[in-house]
């Protein structure tokens, strides 16, 4: 039993790290922080902010398109917060260190467009 009880405490605390995390990263992005907690709709809120079209969307629900795209999208999200693909490999690999490190470090967020953030494919 106590087992349980320390694994759904470990359990909520990471869950709830992991929330704020995300809430900041979008507050960061100029996106309501509100929509980062909302299933499906959060990764619509994130296109917006990584510079990609809403069709995308679609593609989440295609098997083997949808890891693609999943981790093209965590690449292009560094990309906007200034990091590099070795940034990427950390988010992907340990999300619980990373995304709180890019949600409330110096990371600035770049938008669309501008030179620093790259072009449409994410290329600087």
């Known amino acids: 039993m106590a087992f349980i009880f ?3 405490l470990i359990s909520s605390i990471i ?3 992991m929330v704020i995390a995300h809430w900041k ?3 960061k992005a100029g996106q309501p922080g509100w929509a980062s907690i909302i299933p499906i709709f959060n990764f619509y809120i994130l296109l917006k ?3 990609k079209p809403s069709w995308w ?3 989440l629900f ?3 398109a949808n890891v693609i795209i999943a981790i093209w999208s965590t690449n292009l999200l560094a990309k906007r917060f200034g990091k590099d693909e070795l940034y990427t490999f950390g988010l992907l690999l340990f999300p619980y260190i990373f995304y709180p490190i890019l949600a409330f470090g110096s990371a600035k967020y770049m938008p669309f467009g501008s030179n620093q953030a ?7």
């Open 6 to 8: 320390s694994f759904f």
């Open 15 to 17: 869950w709830l790290i």
């Open 25 to 27: 990263l979008f507050t």
């Open 49 to 51: 902010i990584i510079g």
């Open 57 to 59: 969307l679609i593609l």
């Open 62 to 64: 295609i098997p083997v």
């Open 118 to 124: 790259g072009d449409y494919f994410g290329n600087k």
